[in-house]
């Protein structure tokens, strides 16, 4: 169960890339989220969203079992849940448009800086799960940062096609 705990936690071993592991992993979530979305759209991303945050809250608790450090930075399975997250107003949009995902590849900037600057910075909930120091709160503090990233998006989205008319 250890190994595969790691292999879910780490993403592969993603986890275990220098500099910055997660961004790394925020990176691994890139292809991934393209293949649930090319094999299933947005429901598929959403589906897949909510079974990897339970198998990361799963994974997290097992790698941290009798250590203190409760997220250690090769942990990264909480990145690609964020990063999931901040792609769907982009997964949402291919799907109900029926445009090809990676037409919308500011979007996938958008969603990328956004959410690793969300992710760094902890504002508000973010930091109030991350505080959490528990393997709930390592996974929290992720899907709140994606929550704010996709917002952002979707702003950004409404002043590039409604202001600006691009």
């Not at 071993?13 to 649930?36: I, N, R, V």
């Not at 500011?106 to 992710?119: E, K, Q, T, Y």
Request: proline letters at 5%.
């Amino acid at each position: 169960m250890k190994v595969f705990a790691m292999l879910i936690g780490t993403v592969c071993g993603a986890g275990y890339l220098k500099p910055a592991p997660g961004t790394w992993g925020s990176l691994a979530a890139l292809p991934l989220a393209w293949l649930l979305h090319r094999s299933g759209g947005f429901p598929m991303l959403l589906m897949m969203t909510g079974a990897l945050f339970i198998l990361g809250v799963w994974a997290t608790t097992e790698l941290t079992k009798g250590k203190e450090d409760h997220d250690p930075s090769e942990v990264v399975i909480d990145e690609v849940v964020g990063q999931f997250i901040a792609l769907m107003p982009l997964s949402w949009s291919a799907w109900t448009k029926g445009l090809d995902i990676l037409v919308l590849w500011p979007g996938w900037i958008s969603a990328f800086v956004l959410f690793r600057l969300f992710d760094i910075w902890k504002p508000g909930l973010v930091g109030w799960a991350d505080r959490r120091n528990d393997p709930v709160g390592v996974m929290l503090d992720d899907v709140w940062a994606g929550i704010f990233a996709a917002g952002g998006v979707i702003v950004l989205a409404g002043l590039a096609h409604g202001v600006f008319g691009l």
